[in-house]
Each structure stands twice: as structure tokens, then as C-alpha cells.
Nanobody
Framework: QVQLVESGGGLVQPGGSLRLSCTAH????????IGWFRQAPGKEREGVSC????????AYGWDVKGRFSISRDNAKNTVYLQMNALKPEDTATYYC????????????????????WGQGTQVTVSP
């Protein structure tokens, strides 16, 4: 059974940093695109970042570009999201998921392409 487990969330002050981890159980992240998404209270889930298994390209949502960085460690079966210069509007529950299509090339932040969502990890940015 496939399971994604997110960790690394917490409370941080504006301008601070956090590193989230997404560890896969029952499958190999090396074979698929992995995406990070977030959902704030009262808002729809939105794409944050993704990493391609085929060409190691990455993509970011417009409001995190330049502040967040995604990476993967296939040996640890884990994808990371380094978040710097955090803002209160980054407060949300962060989820990772798998694009099972295994399409080569650029990954996408289209939510409908992803499945096997983790349980999420809460990030709160507050003074």
C-alpha cells in the first residue's frame, strides 16, 4: 500500500525558514513526478512546487518562486521543500502527492494529475 508521509511543519516567525519532507512508502519517488500543494483555511488547495522524475526539472507557484526550493533524494525515497523568507500568507497545511502518469518532461502543478495524498503537515507563520 502506497503512503506518503509529510513532516517538518511548525510555527515560525515571518522571514524564517522551514524544510518539509515527503517520504514515500510502498513506491519509489524516483519513478514519478512529486508535487507539493497547500491549503489555507477557507481557500482551495493550490500547487506550490513539483519535481520531474525524468529530467529533474522543477516548477513553482508564482507566489513562492525565489523563496521555496524543491529537491529529491531518491536514495532516501524523500522529496524536500525548503521554504525561506516565509510570510504569514504561507500559513497552510502542506501536502505532497504523486503524479502516477509517469509522463516524461516538465512536471505540472495541476492538482487533478496527482493522487495518493499524504496527511499533510501544518505550517504557521506568525510573529
Amino acid at each position: 500500500q502506497v503512503q506518503l508521509v509529510e513532516s517538518g511543519g511548525g510555527l515560525v516567525q515571518p522571514g524564517g525558514s522551514l524544510r518539509l519532507s515527503c517520504t514515500a512508502h510502498g513506491t519509489a519517488v524516483a519513478a514519478y513526478d512529486i508535487g507539493w500543494f497547500r491549503q489555507a483555511p477557507g481557500k482551495e488547495r493550490e500547487g506550490v512546487s513539483c519535481t520531474s522524475f525524468s529530467d529533474n526539472s522543477v516548477a513553482y507557484g508564482w507566489d513562492v518562486k525565489g523563496r521555496f526550493s524543491i529537491s529529491r533524494d531518491n536514495a532516501k525515497n524523500t522529496v524536500y521543500l525548503q521554504m525561506n523568507a516565509l510570510k504569514p500568507e504561507d500559513t497552510a497545511t502542506y501536502y505532497c502527492a504523486i503524479d502516477w502518469s509517469a509522463r516524461p518532461g516538465q512536471c505540472t502543478l495541476r492538482e487533478d494529475r496527482f493522487a495518493s495524498w499524504g496527511q499533510g503537515t501544518q505550517v504557521t507563520v506568525s510573529p
